[in-house]
């Protein structure tokens, strides 16, 4: 018998090791192929493209937002792993009367240890999870220990346009800018994405450096010339979303690349 909680603190139970998983967040579907678990993995989504070759070999049961409940049921699933964030309170309820769904809450790093934690715990795979562990703590010493004597800016993340969508506070985004040294200008507003008016960027912080994310939403030059018009001196800069958004072992990347930002500002 295993008997966990997850990190909404559901409480599971299950007789035998969860064997037939179908993942519907594309950072976790990362780390559970990190972790050994490939074989295990029967259902992912259509976002799911690392490693790259899953979507060849897996089933797609939908996105993250809307899922195909006939196609998971006949995967015949042990375990559904879902996201407090990513999927919906409806998704996660329509789904509990076909498995057991875990749902994770990942906002801080240590949200994310725990997560991988958990991973290690419920299927068996614990000297795995303890290695990534192992190799994240390190990583983050080593960037925390690079960037301590970079400069501090004020920052805007910009997530969507139409309308134009910021990080905001509680988010793993803003997490990752505090662990930069970026000083997220949004983070006092009550909304995790706040909706915003380009013209009023001034008067919020007047941000010293935009970030413009390749996901969800995927900007351009044309949308960075748009926002630009309303910053005073702030510096553009294109960025990766995965990079500051993707949580679980792929965060083991981020640190490399948040380097060369540093570098790009400097």
């Given at each position: 018998?295993?008997?966990?909680?997850?990190?909404?603190?559901?409480?599971?139970?299950?007789?035998?090791?969860?064997?037939?998983?179908?993942?519907?967040?594309?950072?976790?579907?990362?780390?559970?192929?990190?972790?050994?678990l490939e074989d295990e993995i029967v259902g992912i989504t259509k976002f799911c493209v690392h490693p790259y070759h899953l979507k060849a070999t897996k089933t797609k049961v939908g996105g993250t937002k809307k899922v195909h409940l006939e196609k998971i049921?006949?995967?015949?699933?042990?375990?559904?792993?879902?996201?407090?964030?990513?999927?919906?309170?409806?998704?996660?309820?329509?789904l509990k009367g076909i498995c057991p769904v875990w749902v994770t809450d990942v906002v801080t790093l240590d949200d994310n240890i725990q997560m991988i934690e958990d991973f290690g715990n419920l299927f068996n795979k614990r000297t795995e999870a303890r290695k990534w562990i192992d190799k994240l703590n390190f990583a983050q010493r080593d960037f925390m220990d690079f960037v301590k004597d970079k400069n501090s800016y004020k920052a805007a993340y910009f997530i969507w346009r139409e309308p134009f969508m910021v990080a905001g506070r509680d988010t793993f985004i803003n997490e990752l800018l505090k662990l930069n040294k970026f000083v997220n200008v949004y983070e006092n507003r009550e909304e995790r994405y706040?909706?915003?008016?380009?013209?009023?960027?001034?008067?919020?912080?007047d941000p010293e450096v935009v970030f413009l994310s390749s996901e969800p939403f995927p900007f351009t030059e044309e949308h960075a010339f748009?926002?630009?018009?309303?910053?005073?001196?702030?510096?553009?800069?294109?960025?990766?979303?995965e990079m500051f958004s993707w949580y679980g072992t792929h965060l083991y990347k981020a640190f490399d690349y948040f380097k060369q930002i540093h570098e790009r500002l400097s």
């Open positions: 018998m295993i008997a966990m909680k997850d990190q909404v603190g559901q409480e599971h139970r299950f007789e035998t090791l969860p064997k037939r998983i179908v993942s519907l967040v594309p950072s976790q579907t990362e780390t559970l192929f990190d972790l050994g049921k006949l995967l015949q699933p042990d375990i559904i792993i879902a996201n407090k964030e990513e999927n919906t309170l409806e998704i996660v309820e329509s706040p909706e915003i008016e380009l013209k009023k960027i001034r008067i919020q912080g748009e926002i630009g018009r309303f910053t005073h001196h702030g510096k553009t800069v294109f960025v990766d979303g």
